[in-house]
């Protein structure tokens, strides 16, 4: 009986050691490149974020998410999602441009944060530093 408990520690115990060595290794899919001089971390589950030193920056979407070369350019595909600072904005399409920090949005839903206002169209630009 003692044995059977041994063996089932040590069992335990390799599997936690396991669990451990991937989550501290990054075995799951992970990218990072450069917003100015921080860093960033794309979770492969399309729900992303972009921290900056003063804004945090988070986008999702259902179909899918694509990025361009230099990842300067995320675009968002079915039932978008895009937070930042000052607001919130629901759409079919959602394009954030990092270089220039404005998004472009189709078939939009934007709530302000500080105006508590909702705003809807079929084609809208923002500037991720505006207030709105």
């Known amino acids: 009986m003692k044995l059977i408990i041994k063996k089932t520690i040590l069992f335990f115990a390799a599997s936690s050691l396991i669990l451990l060595v991937i989550v501290l290794t990054g075995f799951t899919e992970k990218k990072t490149s450069d917003y100015g001089s921080r860093s960033k971390l794309f979770v492969s589950m399309n729900t992303n974020m972009l921290q900056n030193v003063d804004r945090l920056v988070k986008w999702s979407a259902k179909d899918s998410t694509k990025l361009s070369k230099d990842k300067s350019l995320i675009s968002l595909y ?28 189709k078939n939009y839903k934007m709530i302000s944060f500080s105006s508590k206002k909702v705003t809807e169209g079929q084609y809208g630009e923002f500037d991720i530093n505006k207030s709105y």
Do not use: P, V
């Open 78 to 105: 079915g039932s978008a999602k895009f937070t930042c600072g000052n607001f919130d904005i629901f759409a079919d399409e959602i394009f954030f441009n990092k270089k220039l920090k404005k998004i472009t949005a």
